[in-house]
């Protein structure tokens, strides 16, 4: 996986200070998206170990992930996005991960990525469907809470025989 860049100090990718990273290869070149430079799986710089533990490490002192793009659930992109979602769980087990992607909720759910993000914001960017909603570029985009419906399931009754 490639990456364009990352920010350590970031308060428009989700909630709070967050570290944000851009990754590059994106399918669903969307007209009018900001971050074209990112559709290319093969611009930018290899995402190292070196990369991944220091962005893991400025997360120490922020409250938590955003993953962004070109787009995290890009095929080329998941064993990388899956070893840093599994990374940064198991050192901050109670912050959050946010991450965007073209595809539909529906069509990634199986993915064992999506166990540990607790925000998705899905859905292709819509450029005559612009929104004032935070942290979505366009009104069909959806701010989906996993870790909340991970609750509600976990505390929802079993049905009775």
Partial sequence: MNYDRYYTCDLVNGEGIRVTLFVTGCLHAC????????????AGKPFTDEVRDALLAACATHDGLSLSGGDPLFPANRPAILDLCREFKRRYPDKDIWLWTGYLFEEV???????????????????????????RGSANQRLIRLALARQTEAAAPEPLS
Avoid: H, M
């Fill in 31 to 42: 007209k009018g998206c900001y971050n074209r430079s990112t559709w290319d799986r093969k």
């Fill in 109 to 135: 759910a199986d993915l064992e990525i999506l166990r540990f993000v607790d925000v998705v914001i899905d859905g292709r960017f819509e450029q005559d469907k612009l929104t004032s909603e935070p942290w």
